[in-house]
């Protein structure tokens, strides 16, 4: 017996549609089972629904943070040099002190 990489059996397997084994259709017609079950268990369970709205809800507030966030900067992330970054850090800490703020330690 011989060894077979696996990027090979899956390659074999994701032949398109018009070449697919029986062996790959039965796969698919397996997964797309296990799918439909899953949607099926959503749909008949409240509490599932419930948390997989929350669960969207928390990941749209995510996406609209980002939006907002890079908004000004139209997507970009813009990287400064680590002296204008003291320099802002620096400058933050003597307002901090000349506001009559103290460090604890």
Do not use: W
Request: hydrophobic share 40%.
């Amino acid at each position: 017996m011989g060894l077979v990489h696996p990027g090979s059996v899956i390659r074999n397997l994701q032949a398109s549609d018009h070449r697919q084994t029986p062996l790959a259709r039965a796969i698919s017609e397996c997964g797309r089972i296990s799918k439909t079950l899953h949607i099926l268990s959503i749909l008949d369970d409240e509490t599932k629904r419930r948390s997989l709205l929350i669960q969207l809800n928390r990941h749209e507030g995510r996406n609209k943070l980002a939006r907002t966030v890079f908004h000004a900067r139209k997507g970009e992330v813009r990287l400064q040099p680590a002296y204008v970054l003291c320099e802002a850090v620096s400058e933050s800490f003597r307002g901090l002190f000349a506001s009559g703020h103290q460090l604890l330690l």
